[in-house]
């Protein structure tokens, strides 16, 4: 369903928008289901959609590899490098339970999306 609706939904199709942003979200939902949903928010909805920005953020620690690398992906591109949006991914990146490929694409998603002169991004780097 959700790869039906990023091939035919416009950008900013707020059902759509709202059904990927519920099956990310949905935590008995397969990882795969999670991995779509997460490619649909980072196309369909709106640069700055604080809801779907809201919702990747939520999972930068889903349990799975594909899912966390599609986050970061969507992230990138429609997050809008926002005080929150930067101390997430920073916390995502500092936190030393997470795995370090997680780590790690974290700081990347960090660089790509932080203003530059980010404070918080800068101590994430020097950390």
Do not use: Y
Request: hydrophobic content about 50%.
């Amino acid at each position: 369903v959700l790869e039906v609706l990023c091939t035919n939904a416009s950008r900013g199709h707020q059902f759509a928008v709202a059904a990927a942003r519920d099956e990310l979200l949905r935590v008995d939902a397969p990882a795969a289901v999670r991995r779509v949903a997460a490619k649909a928010l980072g196309s369909l909805a709106w640069p700055g959609d604080e809801a779907a920005v809201g919702a990747l953020l939520q999972t930068t620690h889903d349990c799975d590899d594909h899912v966390r690398e599609q986050v970061f992906l969507s992230v990138e591109a429609i997050g809008t490098g926002s005080i929150i949006e930067v101390a997430t991914i920073a916390d995502c990146a500092l936190d030393a339970t997470a795995p370090i490929v997680a780590r790690c694409r974290a700081l990347q998603c960090l660089a790509r999306i932080a203003p530059s002169g980010s404070t918080r991004a800068l101590q994430c780097a020097i950390q």
